[in-house]
C-alpha cells in the first residue's frame, strides 16, 4: 500500500500512526526517494473525490503533516510555489479541508518568506472563497486558519496594509471573515488579529463594524473546564477584549454608551468589566475623545460611589474618575470643564456633612486630588472656601467633624504625591493648611473630651499637615508638636475619651517628618516628666512607656535612647528604687527590640551600640564577680546584649567575645552562687555568638560547669535558666559526631542522669534539656531516639506524674533556640518528635495501670499541644480514644492537658467532624462535665463551651438531637457562672443547641 492510502487507512482510528506515516513520506522527499511530483500525483484520485468530502479533507491533512515533517530547504522555491497554487487554486473551488490547507501555506511560509503578492493573494483568497469563518464546524479548522492570519499579521503588515489602502472593501471582507466565532481559543486570537487594523489603519469607514465585531463579545461569561488542556482563563480573554474596544478613539461614540448601558446591570461582574474597560478607553484615548464624554461618565460613575453596592465598584469608578483627571491635567480647559460640575456636587453634599455622600465625596475629592498636582490645586481652590465657610457657620461639632474628614482626604493626596515626589509644589494648599492647623489644633485642646471621634479626626489632620514638609512655618510646626506631646504628657481620660494611645502614634509619625521639634520640644517636655528619683508612685510608667515608642523613628532613635540611659545613670546616681531603674533598662530594651536603630554599611545594626548600651552595664555583672545582684537587672542586660550584638559579623564579635574571655572565664570556672547571679546574662550573652566565634574547650568547660550547677543548685529561679543554656551550648556549639562523647566528659549523659531508681527532679530536668537541644538540632538520630524512650520509661514511676508535664516542653515555643540565635534548628523537628513520642504515647495509654495512665495521658497532651493540625489529622482515629479520656482528668494541677485537648477538639470539629461522629455519646457527655465549676479553671470551661456549641453545628443533626434535653439542662449552670467570658460562650452554646428540632418531643405532641 502506498503511504497516502496507509495514512487514510490510519487516521481515524490512530492518529499518531498515520503521522508517522506522513513522517516516512517527508523522510523521502528528504533523501531524494520521492519526488515532490511523485506526492502530488498520488493524492490525485483522493483529492478530487467529488462524492467524498471527508476523503478530500484527509487527503489535505496528508500533504499538510508531510511538509510539516519536512526539514528547511529541502522544498526549492520553484516547488513551494507550485504548492501554494496548488493549494489556493483548490480553495477557490473548494473550502473542504479548510483547516489543513492553512497549515500546508502555513508550513510553506515557515520553509521560505513569501513576496508582498503571494502574501496578498493568501488572504484574499480566504476572504473571497472561505467567508465567514464560522461556517466551517471544526475548532480545529478555523484555529490553524486563524493562525495562519496571525502569522501574516505578525510577519506582513506592509503588504496587508496596501491591500486595505488599495481597496475599501477588504476591511468590511476581514472584519466579516472573523464574525460569529466562538470558542475561546480561537477568540484568543482573533482579538488579536483585529487589535492590527484597530491600532494601525485607517477604520474611519468601518469603525462601528470593527468595533461591534469585539464588543459583541462583551462581557465574557466564559468559563473554562477544570481539565482545560490549553490554560485560557476568563480573565485572559477580557484582556485581550478591553485591549480591543480601547484601541482606537473612533470607536468612542460606540463605545462609552454601550458601557454605561450595561453599567446598569444587576451582574455585579458585568459592572466590573464595565468599569475596567472604561479605565482602559480612558488611558487609550486621545484627550479630545475623552473632554466629550467627560461630563456624561462623571453623571454615570457618580452613582456607583454614592450609592455603594461592592466595594471594589466603587474603587473601580473613582480610578476612572482619576484617570480622566490626570489625562486633563496639563489642558487648564479641559481640566476646567471637567472639575466645574464636580466641585459643584461636592459642594452641595459638604452642606448637609456628615452623611454617606459627604463621606463619598471626601472619596472623590481624593482620588482626583492624586491624580495630579493641578488637578490637586483645582480641588483646594474650588472646595476648601466653601468647607471653611460652613465649618465656621456651623455649632454643630458633628458636622465639623464630617468637614474636617473631606479636608484630611484632600490632604492625604497631597500626601501620597508629596511621598512619591519630594519636591512637590504646594503652593496651592498652603494658606488653607496652615488655616486648618489652627483650628485643628483649638479642637483637640478645646473640644470635650467625649467628642473622640472629632478630636481623632483632628489629630489624624494635624498629623497629615506636619508630615507635608514645607507647608508648615517652624513655629507651627512647633505647635503642632507641642499639642500632641501635651495629650500624651497630661491628658488621662479613663475610658471612653481616651485618645491618648493615638495621639503616641502621631507623635511617633511625627518625628518622621519633624525630628528637630520632636527633639527640641517633645523630647524635653518627657524628660521633664521622668523625676530623677520617683517618690514611691509608678505615674512615671505610662510616660516612659510612651517615650520609647518615639524610638521607632530611626531619626530620633540615637536621641531617645541617650536620653533614657541619662536618665538611668542619674536615677542610679540618686540611689532610685530598683524597680525605678529596671523601668528605665527596660524602655531602652524595647528601644533596641522594637524601635529602629540606625545601621551600618552593611544594613546590620550599629556596632558601637554595644559599648555604649551594653558595656556599661554588663561590666557590672562579670567584672568582677558579685553576688547579691538583681536577677531582673541581669537579664535585663542580657537581652539588651542579644539584642545587638547576635547580629554583628564574626570580625566584631570575635573582638568582644576576645576582650571579655578573661571575665567568661571566671564564670566558667565558677560554681558557686555568684556564678548563678550571672546565669541569664551568660544565657544571652552565648545565644548571641556565631558558633564559629568560640573556641570548642571553652565550650565544654563551660558546659561542665552548667551542668554542675544544674545538678546542684536549689534556687527555682536559676534552674530554668540554667537548663536554657545546657541547651543551647550543646545545640549551637557541639558537633554531633562528637556528641554522646562531649556529654559523657561534661556529666550529661541522659543514660547516667536517670540511672538512679528514683531519679532527682534536677536529673530530669537536665535529661529533658539535653533531649531538647538534641530534637531542635537533628542531627543525632540514633541517640535522640534512645533518650525519649528513657523519659517515656519513666512515666511508670512513682513520680512519674511530674515527668509527664515537663514532655510538654520539648515542644514548646523557644525564646532561644532559634535560627536568629544562630542555632541549629531542623525543619522536620516537630514531624520526628511526632512520629517517636506519640505512637509510643497511645500505645501506652491503652495497656497502662490505672494509676500511670493519666501520666501517659498529660505527656501526650503536652506534645500535640504544640503540634499543627494538619500533623494530627491523619491519626485522629488513632488519638481520639486517649484525648477523649484526657478530659476525664479531674486533679487541679490537671487543667492545663485539659484546656490544650479541649483546643485539639475544637479544631477536628470545624476541620473533620466526621472522624469523632462515632464518639458523639462520649464527646457530649465529657464536654458537659468539663463546664462543671469549682472542678475546672474558667479557662477550661469556656473552651468546653466553645466546643459544645460546635457539635450541633458541625456533626449531623441525627447524631445529636438525642442529647439536646440533656444539654440545655445541664448549661443552665454555666448561665450562672462566676466568670464573665463562661457565661457568654454558655449563652451561645445553649442558643445552638436549642436551635435544633427535638424530633422525639414533637412525636410526644403529636
Same mark, same amino acid.
Not at 468637614?403 to 504625591?417: G, I, K, M, P, Q
Not at 500505645?843 to 506534645?863: C, D, F, M
Given at each position: 500500500?502506498?503511504?497516502?492510502?496507509?495514512?487514510?487507512?490510519?487516521?481515524?482510528?490512530?492518529?499518531?500512526?498515520?503521522?508517522?506515516?506522513?513522517?516516512?513520506?517527508?523522510?523521502?522527499?528528504?533523501?531524494?526517494?520521492?519526488?515532490?511530483?511523485?506526492?502530488?500525483?498520488?493524492?490525485?484520485?483522493?483529492?478530487?473525490?467529488?462524492?467524498?468530502?471527508?476523503?478530500?479533507?484527509?487527503?489535505?491533512?496528508?500533504?499538510?503533516?508531510?511538509?510539516?515533517?519536512?526539514?528547511?530547504?529541502?522544498?526549492?522555491?520553484?516547488?513551494?510555489?507550485?504548492?501554494?497554487?496548488?493549494?489556493?487554486?483548490?480553495?477557490?473551488?473548494?473550502?473542504?479541508?479548510?483547516?489543513?490547507?492553512?497549515?500546508?501555506?502555513?508550513?510553506?511560509?515557515?520553509?521560505?518568506?513569501?513576496?508582498?503578492?503571494?502574501?496578498?493573494?493568501?488572504?484574499?483568497?480566504?476572504?473571497?472563497?472561505?467567508?465567514?469563518?464560522?461556517?466551517?464546524?471544526?475548532?480545529?479548522?478555523?484555529?490553524?486558519?486563524?493562525?495562519?492570519?496571525?502569522?501574516?499579521?505578525?510577519?506582513?503588515?506592509?503588504?496587508?496594509?496596501?491591500?486595505?489602502?488599495?481597496?475599501?472593501?477588504?476591511?468590511?471582507?476581514?472584519?466579516?471573515?472573523?464574525?460569529?466565532?466562538?470558542?475561546?481559543?480561537?477568540?484568543?486570537?482573533? *482579538?488579536?488579529?483585529?487589535?492590527?487594523?484597530?491600532?494601525?489603519?485607517?477604520?474611519?469607514?468601518?469603525?462601528?463594524?470593527?468595533?461591534?465585531?469585539? *464588543?459583541?463579545?462583551?462581557?465574557?461569561?466564559?468559563?473554562?473546564?477544570?481539565?482545560?488542556?490549553?490554560?485560557?482563563?476568563?480573565?485572559?480573554?477580557?484582556?485581550?477584549?478591553?485591549?480591543?474596544?480601547?484601541?482606537?478613539?473612533?470607536?468612542?461614540?460606540?463605545?462609552?454608551?454601550?458601557?454605561?448601558?450595561?453599567?446598569?446591570?444587576?451582574?455585579?461582574?458585568?459592572?466590573?468589566?464595565?468599569?475596567?474597560?472604561?479605565?482602559?478607553?480612558?488611558?487609550?484615548?486621545?484627550?479630545?475623545?475623552?473632554? /466629550?464624554?467627560?461630563?456624561?461618565?462623571?453623571?454615570?460613575?457618580?452613582?456607583?460611589?454614592?450609592?455603594?453596592?461592592?466595594?471594589?465598584?466603587?474603587?473601580?469608578?473613582?480610578?476612572?474618575?482619576?484617570?480622566?483627571?490626570?489625562?486633563?491635567?496639563?489642558?487648564?480647559?479641559?481640566?476646567?470643564?471637567?472639575?466645574?460640575?464636580?466641585?459643584?456636587?461636592?459642594?452641595?453634599?459638604?452642606?448637609?456633612?456628615?452623611?454617606?455622600?459627604?463621606?463619598?465625596?471626601?472619596?472623590?475629592?481624593?482620588?482626583?486630588?492624586?491624580?495630579?498636582?493641578?488637578?490637586?490645586?483645582?480641588?483646594?481652590?474650588?472646595?476648601?472656601?466653601?468647607?471653611?465657610?460652613?465649618?465656621?457657620?456651623?455649632?454643630?461639632?458633628?458636622?465639623?467633624?464630617?468637614?474636617?474628614?473631606?479636608?484630611?482626604?484632600?490632604?492625604?493626596?497631597?500626601?501620597?504625591?508629596?511621598?512619591?515626589?519630594?519636591?512637590?509644589?504646594?503652593?496651592?494648599?498652603?494658606?488653607?493648611?496652615?488655616?486648618?492647623?489652627?483650628?485643628?489644633?483649638?479642637?483637640?485642646?478645646?473640644?470635650?473630651?467625649?467628642?473622640?471621634?472629632?478630636?481623632?479626626?483632628?489629630?489624624?489632620? +494635624?498629623?497629615?499637615?506636619?508630615?507635608?514638609?514645607?507647608?508648615?512655618?517652624?513655629?507651627?510646626?512647633?505647635?503642632?508638636?507641642?499639642?500632641?506631646?501635651?495629650?500624651?504628657?497630661?491628658?488621662?481620660?479613663?475610658?471612653?475619651?481616651? +485618645?491618648?494611645?493615638?495621639?503616641?502614634?502621631?507623635?511617633?509619625?511625627?518625628?518622621?517628618?519633624?525630628?528637630?521639634?520632636?527633639?527640641?520640644?517633645?523630647?524635653?517636655?518627657?524628660?521633664?516628666?521622668?523625676?530623677?528619683?520617683?517618690?514611691?508612685?509608678?505615674?512615671?510608667?505610662?510616660?516612659?512607656?510612651?517615650?520609647?515608642?518615639?524610638?521607632?523613628?530611626?531619626?530620633?532613635?540615637?536621641?531617645?535612647?541617650?536620653?533614657?540611659?541619662?536618665?538611668?545613670?542619674?536615677?542610679?546616681?540618686?540611689?532610685?528604687?530598683?524597680?525605678?531603674?529596671?523601668?528605665?533598662?527596660?524602655?531602652?530594651?524595647?528601644?533596641?527590640?522594637?524601635?529602629?536603630?540606625?545601621?551600618?554599611?552593611?544594613?546590620?545594626?550599629?556596632?558601637?551600640? *554595644?559599648?555604649?548600651?551594653?558595656?556599661?552595664?554588663?561590666?557590672?555583672?562579670?567584672?568582677?564577680?558579685?553576688?547579691?545582684?538583681?536577677?531582673?537587672?541581669?537579664?535585663?542586660?542580657?537581652?539588651?546584649?542579644?539584642?545587638?550584638?547576635?547580629?554583628?559579623?564574626?570580625?566584631?564579635?570575635?573582638?568582644?567575645?576576645?576582650?571579655?574571655?578573661?571575665?567568661?572565664?571566671?564564670?566558667?570556672?565558677?560554681?558557686?552562687?555568684?556564678?548563678?547571679?550571672?546565669?541569664?546574662?551568660?544565657?544571652?550573652?552565648?545565644?548571641?555568638?556565631?558558633?564559629?566565634?568560640?573556641?570548642?574547650?571553652?565550650?565544654?568547660?563551660?558546659?561542665?560547669?552548667?551542668?554542675?550547677?544544674?545538678?546542684?543548685?536549689?534556687?527555682?529561679?536559676?534552674?530554668?535558666?540554667?537548663?536554657?543554656?545546657?541547651?543551647?551550648?550543646?545545640?549551637?556549639?557541639?558537633?554531633?559526631?562528637?556528641?554522646?562523647?562531649?556529654?559523657?566528659?561534661?556529666?550529661?549523659?541522659?543514660?547516667?542522669?536517670?540511672?538512679?531508681?528514683?531519679?532527682?527532679?534536677?536529673?530530669?530536668?537536665?535529661?529533658?534539656?539535653?533531649?531538647?537541644?538534641?530534637?531542635?538540632?537533628?542531627?543525632?538520630?540514633?541517640?535522640?531516639?534512645?533518650?525519649?524512650?528513657?523519659?517515656?520509661?519513666?512515666?511508670?514511676?512513682?513520680?512519674?506524674?511530674?515527668?509527664?508535664?515537663?514532655?510538654?516542653?520539648?515542644?514548646?515555643?523557644?525564646?532561644?533556640?532559634?535560627?536568629?540565635?544562630?542555632?541549629?534548628?531542623?525543619?522536620?523537628?516537630?514531624?520526628?518528635?511526632?512520629?517517636?513520642?506519640?505512637?509510643?504515647?497511645?500505645?501506652?495509654?491503652?495497656?497502662?495501670?490505672?494509676?500511670?495512665?493519666?501520666?501517659?495521658?498529660?505527656?501526650?497532651?503536652?506534645?500535640?499541644?504544640?503540634?499543627?493540625?494538619?500533623?494530627?489529622?491523619?491519626?485522629?482515629?488513632?488519638?481520639?480514644?486517649?484525648?477523649?479520656?484526657?478530659?476525664?482528668?479531674?486533679?487541679?494541677?490537671?487543667?492545663?492537658?485539659?484546656?490544650?485537648?479541649?483546643?485539639?477538639?475544637?479544631?477536628?470539629?470545624?476541620?473533620?467532624?466526621?472522624?469523632?461522629?462515632?464518639?458523639?455519646?462520649?464527646?457530649?457527655?465529657?464536654?458537659?462535665?468539663?463546664?462543671?465549676?469549682?472542678?475546672? /479553671?474558667?479557662?477550661?470551661?469556656?473552651?468546653?463551651?466553645?466546643?459544645?456549641?460546635?457539635?450541633?453545628?458541625?456533626?449531623?443533626?441525627?447524631?445529636?438531637?438525642?442529647?439536646?434535653?440533656?444539654?440545655?439542662?445541664?448549661?443552665?449552670?454555666?448561665?450562672?457562672?462566676?466568670?464573665?467570658?463562661?457565661?457568654?460562650?454558655?449563652?451561645?452554646?445553649?442558643?445552638?443547641?436549642?436551635?435544633?428540632?427535638?424530633?422525639?418531643?414533637?412525636?410526644?405532641?403529636?
Amino acid at each position: 500500500m502506498s503511504d497516502i492510502q496507509l495514512y487514510l487507512l490510519e487516521v481515524d482510528k490512530n492518529k499518531p500512526e498515520a503521522q508517522s506515516t506522513a513522517a516516512r513520506s517527508a523522510s523521502k522527499l528528504e533523501h531524494k526517494e520521492l519526488k515532490l511530483i511523485d506526492l502530488i500525483t498520488s493524492l490525485e484520485d483522493y483529492i478530487n473525490n467529488k462524492d467524498d468530502a471527508a476523503l478530500r479533507a484527509k487527503s489535505v491533512a496528508y500533504l499538510a503533516d508531510v511538509l510539516e515533517a519536512v526539514p528547511p530547504k529541502v522544498l526549492t522555491g520553484q516547488e513551494r510555489r507550485l504548492l501554494c497554487d496548488f493549494i489556493l487554486g483548490r480553495l477557490e473551488g473548494d473550502s473542504e479541508g479548510i483547516g489543513a490547507s492553512a497549515r500546508v501555506l502555513t508550513a510553506l511560509e515557515e520553509r521560505g518568506k513569501w513576496d508582498p503578492e503571494t502574501v496578498q493573494r493568501v488572504t484574499k483568497t480566504f476572504l473571497d472563497h472561505a467567508s465567514p469563518l464560522k461556517d466551517h464546524k471544526l475548532q480545529t479548522d478555523r484555529f490553524a486558519v486563524i493562525q495562519l492570519f496571525d502569522r501574516l499579521l505578525e510577519k506582513y503588515r506592509a503588504p496587508l496594509h496596501e491591500l486595505h489602502t488599495s481597496d475599501p472593501e477588504f476591511l468590511a471582507k476581514f472584519i466579516y471573515f472573523f464574525d460569529g466565532e466562538k470558542d475561546p481559543r480561537n477568540l484568543m486570537v482573533v *482579538f488579536s488579529i483585529l487589535h492590527v487594523p484597530m491600532t494601525e489603519w485607517d477604520i474611519s469607514s468601518n469603525a462601528q463594524d470593527l468595533f461591534e465585531a469585539a *464588543f459583541n463579545y462583551f462581557p465574557i461569561t466564559f468559563k473554562p473546564p477544570p481539565d482545560d488542556p490549553y490554560g485560557i482563563s476568563a480573565q485572559d480573554l477580557k484582556d485581550r477584549l478591553r485591549d480591543c474596544i480601547a484601541a482606537n478613539s473612533q470607536f468612542a461614540p460606540f463605545a462609552f454608551p454601550a458601557l454605561l448601558d450595561k453599567l446598569d446591570s444587576t451582574s455585579m461582574n458585568t459592572k466590573r468589566d464595565v468599569l475596567h474597560t472604561i479605565q482602559s478607553c480612558v488611558v487609550s484615548y486621545d484627550i479630545k475623545t475623552i473632554n /466629550i464624554y467627560a461630563i456624561t461618565l462623571w453623571d454615570a460613575l457618580k452613582f456607583e460611589i454614592l450609592n455603594v453596592q461592592e466595594e471594589d465598584l466603587a474603587e473601580g469608578a473613582l480610578k476612572a474618575l482619576a484617570l480622566m483627571a490626570g489625562k486633563f491635567a496639563l489642558q487648564e480647559g479641559f481640566l476646567n470643564a471637567y472639575t466645574r460640575p464636580i466641585m459643584k456636587e461636592c459642594n452641595q453634599h459638604l452642606e448637609d456633612a456628615p452623611t454617606k455622600q459627604s463621606t463619598a465625596t471626601g472619596r472623590i475629592l481624593y482620588a482626583l486630588a492624586s491624580s495630579a498636582t493641578p488637578v490637586a490645586d483645582k480641588v483646594v481652590k474650588g472646595i476648601f472656601p466653601n468647607l471653611f465657610t460652613l465649618y465656621q457657620a456651623s455649632e454643630s461639632l458633628t458636622k465639623r467633624r464630617g468637614l474636617l474628614e473631606v479636608f484630611n482626604e484632600v490632604v492625604r493626596a497631597y500626601l501620597d504625591r508629596f511621598r512619591l515626589q519630594p519636591k512637590l509644589n504646594l503652593e496651592g494648599l498652603i494658606e488653607y493648611g496652615r488655616d486648618a492647623l489652627g483650628v485643628m489644633l483649638r479642637v483637640l485642646t478645646n473640644a470635650p473630651k467625649a467628642e473622640v471621634s472629632l478630636r481623632l479626626t483632628a489629630l489624624s489632620g +494635624i498629623a497629615q499637615l506636619v508630615a507635608l514638609r514645607g507647608l508648615l512655618t517652624e513655629d507651627q510646626g512647633y505647635r503642632a508638636v507641642d499639642a500632641v506631646t501635651e495629650i500624651v504628657l497630661h491628658e488621662q481620660v479613663p475610658g471612653h475619651g481616651d +485618645i491618648r494611645s493615638q495621639a503616641i502614634k502621631t507623635l511617633a509619625e511625627m518625628a518622621r517628618t519633624a525630628p528637630d521639634a520632636i527633639r527640641n520640644q517633645a523630647i524635653p517636655a518627657f524628660m521633664v516628666e521622668l523625676p530623677d528619683s520617683p517618690a514611691g508612685d509608678s505615674s512615671y510608667l505610662s510616660v516612659l512607656e510612651a517615650f520609647a515608642q518615639l524610638s521607632s523613628e530611626q531619626q530620633v532613635f540615637d536621641t531617645v535612647v541617650l536620653r533614657l540611659k541619662n536618665k538611668y545613670n542619674v536615677a542610679n546616681a540618686q540611689g532610685a528604687s530598683e524597680e525605678y531603674q529596671q523601668a528605665m533598662l527596660l524602655a531602652i530594651l524595647y528601644a533596641f527590640t522594637h524601635g529602629s536603630p540606625m545601621p551600618d554599611e552593611e544594613g546590620v545594626i550599629r556596632g558601637n551600640y *554595644f559599648a555604649e548600651y551594653v558595656e556599661p552595664f554588663s561590666s557590672t555583672i562579670i567584672q568582677p564577680l558579685q553576688a547579691g545582684l538583681d536577677q531582673k537587672f541581669v537579664d535585663i542586660v542580657g537581652r539588651l546584649c542579644n539584642a545587638i550584638l547576635r547580629q554583628q559579623g564574626v570580625h566584631f564579635q570575635s573582638q568582644v567575645y576576645n576582650k571579655n574571655l578573661d571575665s567568661m572565664a571566671a564564670i566558667r570556672n565558677d560554681t558557686t552562687r555568684s556564678s548563678a547571679h550571672t546565669a541569664p546574662f551568660t544565657l544571652y550573652y552565648y545565644a548571641s555568638l556565631r558558633p564559629d566565634v568560640v573556641e570548642a574547650e571553652d565550650i565544654i568547660a563551660l558546659l561542665q560547669t552548667q551542668a554542675k550547677l544544674a545538678l546542684d543548685t536549689k534556687d527555682h529561679e536559676t534552674l530554668p535558666v540554667v537548663l536554657q543554656h545546657i541547651s543551647l551550648l550543646i545545640n549551637k556549639f557541639i558537633n554531633a559526631k562528637a556528641m554522646q562523647a562531649t556529654l559523657q566528659s561534661a556529666e550529661l549523659e541522659v543514660e547516667a542522669l536517670l540511672s538512679a531508681v528514683s531519679p532527682p527532679p534536677n536529673s530530669i530536668g537536665v535529661a529533658f534539656a539535653v533531649t531538647k537541644a538534641l530534637l531542635i538540632q537533628g542531627k543525632s538520630s540514633a541517640l535522640t531516639s534512645e533518650y525519649l524512650q528513657l523519659l517515656l520509661q519513666l512515666l511508670s514511676s512513682p513520680d512519674g506524674k511530674s515527668v509527664a508535664k515537663r514532655f510538654t516542653s520539648l515542644l514548646a515555643p523557644e525564646e532561644i533556640l532559634t535560627k536568629e540565635n544562630h542555632c541549629q534548628v531542623s525543619g522536620l523537628y516537630k514531624q520526628k518528635t511526632f512520629s517517636r513520642l506519640v505512637p509510643s504515647l497511645a500505645a501506652a495509654v491503652r495497656s497502662a495501670e490505672p494509676s500511670t495512665k493519666p501520666n501517659y495521658l498529660i505527656a501526650l497532651s503536652g506534645i500535640l499541644r504544640w503540634l499543627p493540625y494538619s500533623m494530627l489529622s491523619t491519626s485522629l482515629p488513632s488519638l481520639t480514644p486517649p484525648l477523649l479520656q484526657t478530659l476525664d482528668l479531674s486533679s487541679p494541677a490537671d487543667q492545663e492537658p485539659k484546656a490544650s485537648t479541649l483546643t485539639i477538639f475544637e479544631s477536628v470539629l470545624m476541620h473533620d467532624p466526621d472522624t469523632i461522629a462515632e464518639h458523639t455519646a462520649s464527646l457530649v457527655t465529657r464536654l458537659l462535665n468539663c463546664t462543671a465549676a469549682p472542678a475546672n /479553671i474558667a479557662k477550661v470551661r469556656a473552651k468546653s463551651l466553645q466546643c459544645l456549641a460546635l457539635v450541633p453545628k458541625q456533626l449531623k443533626r441525627e447524631a445529636v438531637v438525642p442529647y439536646r434535653r440533656q444539654v440545655v439542662k445541664k448549661l443552665m449552670a454555666c448561665l450562672d457562672d462566676g466568670k464573665r467570658e463562661v457565661r457568654a460562650e454558655g449563652v451561645r452554646c445553649r442558643s445552638a443547641w436549642l436551635g435544633l428540632d427535638d424530633v422525639e418531643e414533637d412525636g410526644e405532641e403529636d
